[in-house]
């Protein structure tokens, strides 16, 4: 046994069971409670390993998912700094994922003649 005296915790089950709490209360703090949990790639060190490819990308794709629906809520609650910023932090740990960028491009002003 790992962890004999204790209950075994795992950071990716951790993760998940908080996105699917945010996703299903839809508020900001669980949100921000499940984002923290991602503390980036899972198993980095391997970043060529055919088996853990799927489940690396899976994970990622969730964060900014999380990412983007914390944006929307913000929105709703008319905080645009916090959506913003929350698209932002999507834009830069995901580069190609575009629901990340087509949400800035929408929210970015445009000067008056342009």
């Known amino acids: 046994m790992l962890c004999p005296e204790a209950p075994l915790w795992v950071d990716v089950k951790a993760f998940e069971e908080?996105?699917?709490t945010a996703r299903s209360a839809r508020e900001l703090a669980t949100y921000r409670a499940a984002i923290e949990l991602y503390t980036g790639d899972l198993?980095?060190?391997?970043?060529?390993?055919?088996?853990?490819?799927?489940?690396?990308?899976?994970?990622?794709r969730l964060y900014l998912t999380l990412l983007v629906e914390l944006a929307k809520l913000y929105e709703q609650h008319e905080?645009?700094?916090?959506?913003v910023e929350a698209l932002g932090e999507?834009?830069?740990?995901?580069?190609?994922?575009?629901?990340?960028?087509?949400k800035v491009r929408w929210?970015?002003?445009?000067?008056?003649?342009?």
């Open 18 to 20: 908080a996105a699917a």
């Open 90 to 102: 999507a834009v830069v740990k995901g580069p190609a994922y575009e629901e990340a960028h087509a």
């Open 43 to 60: 198993l980095p060190q391997d970043c060529y390993e055919f088996w853990v490819e799927n489940r690396r990308g899976g994970l990622r």
């Open 79 to 83: 905080d645009l700094e916090s959506a």
């Open 107 to 114: 929210r970015r002003p445009t000067l008056a003649g342009q």
